[in-house]
T-cell receptor, first 112, second 113 residues
């Protein structure tokens, strides 16, 4: 089945620790995205990538980093510089940047 | 950043009732999307609209792309308990913001059996 997978489902971070969230897609989509969702709020764009080895900051990129070494994969690292990392993180992909986006199941990050 | 005004924020209805929700924007969009999100899950695409005035159905769901390209609505007919969830509208603009999806705040739907 084609789709987007995210792992893990739940992730716990200790103070001062970097953690990496995985996102993989087998839809052959060029564009991939990371969003953050907080309770009662809409989705906010963290980073996006239009093509392999290229990515751009979204609206709330501070404290986050990404890489796009393969078309299928777009991992997100939440660094220790992100002071309020507790949120639900959603990965999405689209055929290209201007097209309909499809979402993965999400990863919930909690701080210990 | 730009936001969409989605209303209502929440709805409590009886099973079998029809539901209507809408989104408005001060800017023009090239595409309107409607998603449903269940608790702890990612949003699932319900309907995509690509042309001003377009009216599209998906089972009991009907959505329209406003003629001004600044609004869209979603109707759900004969609601059932599994319709419970959060419904988001989203717009894709053109120009310098090409490809940047903008979301509404969501409508929380509760259906009483």
């Amino acid at each position: 089945d084609g789709g987007i997978t995210q792992s893990p489902k739940y992730l716990f971070r200790k103070e001062g620790q970097n953690v990496t969230l995985s996102c993989e897609q087998n839809l052959n989509h060029d564009a991939m995205y990371w969003y953050r969702q907080d309770p009662g709020q809409g989705l906010r764009l963290i980073y996006y990538s239009q093509i392999v080895n290229d990515f751009q900051k979204g609206d709330i990129a501070e404290g986050y980093s990404v890489s796009r070494e393969k078309k299928e994969s777009f991992p997100l690292t939440v660094t220790s510089a992100q002071k309020n990392p507790t949120a639900f993180y959603l990965c999405a992909s689209s055929r290209d940047r201007g097209e309909t986006q499809y979402f993965g199941p999400g990863t919930r990050l909690l701080v210990l | 950043g730009q936001q969409l005004n989605q209303s209502p924020q929440s709805m409590f209805i009886q099973e079998g009732e029809d539901v209507s929700m809408n989104c408005t924007s001060s800017s023009i969009f090239n595409t309107w999307l409607w998603y449903k999100q269940d608790p702890g899950e990612g949003p699932v695409l319900l309907i995509a609209l690509y042309k001003a005035g377009e009216l599209t159905s998906n089972g009991r769901l009907t959505a329209q792309f406003g003629i001004t390209r600044k609004d869209s609505f979603l109707n759900i007919s004969a609601s059932i308990p599994s319709d419970v969830g959060i419904y988001f509208c989203a717009g894709l603009p053109g120009g310098t913001s090409y490809g940047k999806l903008t979301f509404g705040q969501g409508t929380i739907l509760t259906v009483h059996p």
